[in-house]
């Protein structure tokens, strides 16, 4: 059976503020080494919320506004962020499931979610 590597906890447990989520996103992307945009947008009942990073070099900010078109996107309903944000769900299984989707540059995506998972020191899958 395979697993798959979850998020590190974006959030204190029972917190349900998904602007420290996406704060804390951040943080662990700060990092990174790329000069790129990710959007995160979020279905929350009939309307669409979006948290925008900027991602330059070894920092890492939340932007207020979105963009159009950004490097990553992440589409996903907010009962799935939850999951991925306390660490029960994979953004992997999310995907896999057709719970969450990535547009843009996929090895980009690929390279954040190993950095938000551990930092980037194993795959994002593993026997």
């Not at 950004?70 to 962020?81: K, N």
């Not at 991925?84 to 992997?92: F, N, Q, T, V, Y």
Request: a positive charge; hydrophobic letters at 40%; glycine letters at 8%.
């Amino acid at each position: 059976m395979m697993t798959y590597a979850k998020l590190r906890p974006l959030m204190e447990p029972r917190a349900e503020n998904l602007d420290q989520t996406f704060q804390r996103l951040a943080h662990s992307l700060r990092d990174s080494g790329k000069t790129a945009t990710l959007q995160c947008t979020l279905i929350v009942g009939d309307s669409l919320r979006r948290w925008t990073l900027g991602l330059k070099g070894s920092d890492a900010l939340l932007q207020k506004e979105p963009v159009k078109k950004p490097e990553v996107e992440i589409i996903t309903r907010d009962t799935t962020w939850w999951e991925i944000a306390e660490g029960k769900l994979s953004p992997l299984e999310a995907f896999t499931q057709g719970r969450l989707r990535i547009l843009g540059d996929t090895k980009l995506g690929s390279h954040l979610l190993k950095l938000a998972a551990d930092g980037g020191a194993a795959s994002i899958c593993k026997e």
